[in-house]
């Protein structure tokens, strides 16, 4: 998955990306609105977690502002109000949810993945194609009775893979799922990514399939 987060608190903004990075997902930070709107006009987001008090205004023009985007992505809102017509407020402005600060790591990944379930944008923790299963929460892959241990961007690029079987994915919106704005990566880097998971499939009943000048896809043996 692929995060935007809005914060302008240096230090809990860089605790935040570090422990959703540790959990396989790229993400993007943003200290202000401006720079928030930058991201979202060249990227598309699974998840964004907006701070509501930024520098150059409230939070809550840029979650008003989403609610007219076609393919607006859900939105987690880090607040430290926690008056009840301040949650109440921040929902019926757009919030899929919100999380109040101070506030434990395990509590904000566990409020990413319920509200990323309730949009449909993320399924079981465990995926199967035939007898290949990717277990996104152990970060391995398992078949024929052997368990191959995944790094983060391996993961990150096999989920793709594995939620929409036979759909051709192109190398500018896998390297775009797989690596954040401040990562320098190129086209490159997907074909190497993918002989490395070649690799890992082999022996397996699921390959990853070239379609020339288009991309790959994940297709059973």
Known sequence: MRFLLIEDNAKLASAIVERLRLDGHAVDHAGTLDAAQACLDVAQYDLMLLDIMLPDGDGRALLKSQQNVSDRCPVIVITARSAVSDRVSLLDLGADDYITK?????????????????????????????????????????????????????????????????????????????????????ENAIEVYVARLRKRLDGSDTRIETVRGLGYRMVPV
């Open 102 to 186: 101070p506030f434990d790591f395990s509590e904000l990944e566990a409020r990413c993945r319920a509200v990323m379930r309730r949009q449909g944008r993320a399924t079981d923790n465990r995926i199967s194609i035939g007898g290949t299963t990717l277990d996104c929460t152990a970060a391995e892959l398992s078949f024929d009775g052997q368990t191959i241990a995944l790094r983060n961007r391996e993961l990150r690029l096999l989920e793709v893979f594995f939620k929409a079987p036979g759909h051709v994915f192109s190398k500018s919106h896998l390297l775009d799922r797989m690596f954040s704005l401040s990562d320098e990566a190129s």
